[in-house]
Nanobody, 115 residues
Framework: VQLQASGGGLVQAGGSLRLSCATS????????MAWYRQTSGKQREVVAS???????IYSDPVKGRFTISKDNAKNTMYLQMNSLKVEDTGVYYC??????????WGQGTLVTVSS
């Protein structure tokens, strides 16, 4: 499956952004989807994940501020990011894994949070 991420941009601390990840095929056939981010000087880390049963997991730094969701009709995954902090700045990547055919990564989308 091919993934197309979008929605990054520049926002002030405390603001909100919504990232989107459009898939080339049926999102309902994907077993796990996730958002990762790579911030300055750090390795890529998982931010949030969602299963085909809509079970969600969040990393501690974003818990309570970010929400991951899917729209099966639009074959799109979202990451709603609220109360953004400067330390959320980085490149965000969407990820998909299907047990039958493996993993895919989208291109990154840059999120910059200014103080």
């Amino acid at each position: 499956v091919q993934l197309q991420a979008s929605g990054g941009g520049l926002v002030q601390a405390g603001g909100s952004l919504r990232l989107s990840c459009a898939t080339s095929g049926s999102i309902s056939k994907i077993n796990v989807m996730a958002w990762y981010r790579q911030t300055s000087g750090k390795q890529r880390e998982v931010v949030a994940s969602i299963s085909d049963g809509d079970y969600t997991i969040y990393s501690d730094p974003v818990k309570g501020r970010f929400t991951i969701s899917k729209d099966n009709a639009k074959n799109t995954m979202y990451l709603q990011m609220n109360s953004l902090k400067v330390e959320d700045t980085g490149v965000y990547y969407c990820f998909a894994h299907t047990f039958a055919s493996g993993s895919s990564w989208g291109q990154g989308t840059l999120v910059t949070v200014s103080s």
